[in-house]
């Protein structure tokens, strides 16, 4: 074999380790918080570990295969973005291979978000923790660039609306109404009347016979719609449906003490919470994320030159809206709200 071959084999089998080492580093942050708080050294890491596109690329294979990641990668970023410069060589270089990684999770979220009615046709699972992960990644870029930001809301909300409108199935609608309990009070601050009318669709859900809905999402609808009549301030609640959520969520915590999960994460707090929802289990097979997230990722490198984002008008507005069938709840369209400071 020649030099020349030689280095190529050994660049590749180098590559390849590089990548195994970052697999083995993400499962292991996703082990670490099912018990808490992931400790700050291990995003450090993961941020030294491998170059940014890898990460990028990486995190966003997680989160369309392993619902937990939907929190995951929004704090990894997170964390990335609030590294502070210290003014020397290697921190200044951190600081501008972290804007890469961001900025290429950004340009993979607004792809799939293009690519959206194929991923749902692929796996109801990867698209709802696709939507996920974007109702979680936007505060985080709100952070970054409130003006970068914007370019999420409208693909937020229309996601929301595929799940709660589109031919929903049971586990669509138990995912939007954990959504939309747990983040709904600032979904309506950034656009009132779109809120109104997913509630317009919970109820049409509810009270249809169209799709057969388990006890636990009709409590879950229940409870978003309730929390959206009353605002989402507990103070508003009269005692009695005080009462029954206490009293409900106190018997199916003892049902389910082995799960160690909350059905109404807000129950006895002041304010609305910003984390700790209640989700199906979307184990999206590594099969499925091939034939569909992974493809998705040639036509990604073409919006990254250098790891700074170039974008069309048709990457932030989404393709046209096609002609809904039947199977979607009859609701009138809301007009867009103005952002709001949140």
């Known amino acids: 074999m020649s030099t020349t071959g030689l280095a190529e084999a050994a660049a590749a089998a180098e590559k390849d380790e590089a990548e195994d080492r970052l697999r083995k580093l993400l499962s292991s942050i996703g082990q670490l918080s099912e018990h808490g708080e992931v ?23 997680r989160w369309l295969s392993d619902s937990h990641f939907a929190k995951i990668a929004p704090k990894i970023i997170s964390h990335m973005s609030t590294v502070q410069l210290i003014n020397n060589r290697f921190t200044h270089k951190q600081h501008l291979q972290n804007v890469k990684v961001y900025s290429q999770v950004l340009s993979l979220v607004l792809r799939d978000y293009n690519l959206r009615d194929e991923i749902r046709i692929q796996s109801r699972g ?76 919970c109820r049409y859900w509810l009270c ?36 029954y959520y206490e009293e409900t969520e106190a018997e199916i915590q003892r049902q389910r003490q082995q799960f160690g999960s909350s059905v109404f994460p807000w129950i006895n707090r002041d304010n609305f919470p910003s984390s700790g929802f209640v989700m199906s289990d979307d184990s999206v097979s590594s ?54 400071t949140i």
């Not at 450090?44 to 170059?51: E, K, V």
């Open 39 to 61: 400790p700050a050294y291990a995003f450090a890491t993961l941020i030294s570990s491998a170059p940014p596109q890898a990460i990028a690329e990486h995190l966003h294979q």
């Open 126 to 201: 990867m698209f709802r923790n696709y939507v996920r992960t974007l109702i979680e990644l936007y505060p985080v870029y709100r952070q970054i660039d409130k003006t970068l930001s914007a370019c999420l809301v409208d693909p937020l909300f229309r996601c929301l609306q595929m799940l709660s409108e589109e031919k929903p199935d049971n586990n669509d609608m138990l995912c939007f109404a954990n959504l939309f309990a747990e983040f709904g009070q600032k979904l309506y601050q950034l656009n009132p009347s779109e809120c109104d009318r997913m509630v317009l669709a």
């Open 208 to 243: 249809s016979n169209r799709i057969p809905l388990e006890e636990e999402t009709r409590r879950l609808l229940m409870n978003a719609m309730d929390l959206w009549t009353y605002s989402w301030d507990l103070k508003l609640f009269p005692d009695c449906l005080r009462r």
């Open 287 to 340: 099969s499925q994320l091939t034939n569909c997230a992974l493809n998705s990722i040639s036509q990604h490198s073409n919006a990254i030159i250098n790891g700074h984002l170039h974008f069309g008008k048709s990457d932030l507005r989404g393709n046209p809206k096609k002609e809904r069938g039947k199977g979607t709840a009859p609701v009138g369209r809301g007009q867009s709200g103005k952002e709001s």
